[in-house]
């Protein structure tokens, strides 16, 4: 019963995958200019970015049609 406890509490401490950071490094070099960053985010940081996105780039159309406003009508024909 012990040999049991002992390892549940062993996957306890795992961090589940959809917490666990990934990390991303680049750098730019430019004759003598470097340039280097490096970011560090979840895969549920990355869904939750991808989501508000997504949302910018849908809230886009219906701004750009409201600025154009009404189409003018074409003048009475006699």
Excluded: D, N, W, Y
Excluded at 18 to 41: C, D, H, K, N, Y
């Amino acid at each position: 019963m012990l040999s049991s406890l002992q390892e549940g509490s062993s996957h306890a401490h795992r961090t589940p995958p959809l917490l666990s950071p990934q990390t991303a490094r680049a750098t730019i070099r430019v004759g003598s200019f470097v340039m280097e960053t490096e970011a560090r985010a979840t895969p549920l940081g990355l869904l939750a970015i991808g989501g508000m996105v997504a949302a910018i780039l849908l809230a886009i159309p219906p701004i750009v049609h409201a600025k154009r406003g009404p189409k003018a009508l074409p003048p009475p024909q006699a």
